[in-house]
Nanobody, 119 residues
Framework: QVQLVESGGGLVQAGDSLSLTCAAS????????MGWFRRAPGKEREFVAS????????VYAAPVKGRFTISKDNAKNTVYLQMNSLKPDDTAVYYC????????????WGQGTQVTVSS
């Protein structure tokens, strides 16, 4: 099993920045990718960003492109999400997840961290 723990959430004002961290432990191995997702109140969970574990290829959802940056530290089994120019619409619980192999579902999930952006 892989355990994922997110941290760094909080309450900020519109325009502020926030950085999230996700640390993996347990049965860690060279998985395909790690990603960030979010679930806003009353909405479905949505993809935010992902990064390949081998190499540095990244993918971003349109609403966050240019404002959010995903990065990683393979040695620490950790992935980060730098969020700049935050908007009230970014308010959500943010989850990190592991995709074990290409084309598969994200198999391991963290418990989430709340991000609240006030206007």
């Amino acid at each position: 099993q892989v355990q994922l723990v997110e941290s760094g959430g909080g309450l900020v004002q519109a325009g502020d920045s926030l950085s999230l961290t996700c640390a993996a432990s347990g049965r860690t191995f060279s998985w395909y990718a790690m990603g960030w997702f979010r679930r806003a109140p009353g909405k479905e969970r949505e993809f935010v960003a992902s990064i390949r574990w081998s190499g540095y290829s990244t993918v971003y959802a349109a609403p966050v492109k240019g404002r959010f940056t995903i990065s990683k530290d393979n040695a620490k089994n950790t992935v980060y999400l730098q969020m700049n120019s935050l908007k009230p619409d970014d308010t959500a619980v943010y989850y990190c997840a592991v995709q074990v192999a290409v084309g598969t579902e994200y198999a391991y999930w963290g418990q989430g961290t709340q991000v609240t952006v006030s206007s």
